[in-house]
């Protein structure tokens, strides 16, 4: 029995060379929507909605009289009332309750994956890896980890999640993929200290968080299982199937 296919995409302009309609596609943006998803949902939000514009986003949480959220080039966009940082979201806050949901690259690329057929469409980060590790093992079907990176440009974060990704599962899935053999060896290079790695190669998104006082956000993005949920997409919505 053959196994199923891994791909790994390392920027959304990349989406197009890739079979998304038979696989299901894991919309990664570490730094931070994916791991702000993530921690809402564990921490007991009903739903979480993801829209591609700040208006659309205002719009919805007139709507539906919920909690709307967002950033652009990693700050609060204007007429949202909260930003993305997982620490904005604690249980007590959180929970019972729906999230309209912006950001600069993750729900960008979630919007392309679902608008060209994906099979299905999870979320992935390093606070919920084992999650997502599990389930695709689960589902045995093929894999496209798509990272969101940085306005189409490819980031290190990203990357080294989908390696993170890749070394747990690459026994049981075909990698046929020079950027999944890429990322899985950038992965191990980076795996004993990967807030070090990123602040010693100067990656970009490290620089931009840190120079608003994010650090704390960047650990915690950085940090395996802290929210150990599973973000589905289904009917324009991302819920918690765990």
């Known amino acids: 029995m053959s196994k199923p296919t891994l791909f790994t995409c390392p920027s959304p302009a990349l989406l197009h060379l890739y079979d998304v309609s038979s696989s299901i596609v894991v919309i990664i943006d570490v730094l931070r929507a994916t ?34 959220a967002g950033e652009r080039d ?24 729906t999230l309209v949901l912006t950001t600069t690259n993750g729900t960008k690329l979630l ?54 990704v890749i070394n747990r599962l690459k026994e049981n899935f075909t990698l046929e993929c020079d950027y999944s053999q890429m990322a899985e060896s950038l992965y191990l290079t980076a795996k004993d200290d990967l807030y070090g790695f990123m602040k010693e190669r100067n990656a970009t998104h490290y620089h931009r968080l840190t ?17 150990p949920s599973l973000p589905v997409y289904v009917d324009g919505k991302l819920v918690n199937k765990i």
């Open 74 to 97: 990693g700050k609060i966009a204007e007429g949202l009332q909260y930003g993305n940082s997982p620490f904005e979201y604690p249980t007590e806050f959180i929970a019972g309750k």
């Open 35 to 68: 791991s702000t998803i993530a921690t809402a949902l564990h921490n007991g939000a009903i739903e979480i909605i993801p829209v591609d514009s700040v208006p659309d986003c205002i719009r919805i949480g007139k709507e539906l009289d919920c909690i709307t």
């Open 211 to 227: 120079n608003y006082g994010l650090e704390k956000d960047i650990r915690y993005c950085l940090t395996n299982d802290g929210a």
């Open 111 to 164: 919007h392309m994956a679902h608008s060209r057929g994906a099979k299905e469409i999870i979320t992935g980060s390093f606070p919920n890896i084992t999650s997502v590790c599990n389930y695709l093992l689960s589902k045995n079907i093929n894999v496209i980890l798509g990272c969101a990176a940085w306005k189409d440009k490819v980031n290190i974060e990203d990357t080294l999640f989908a390696g993170a």
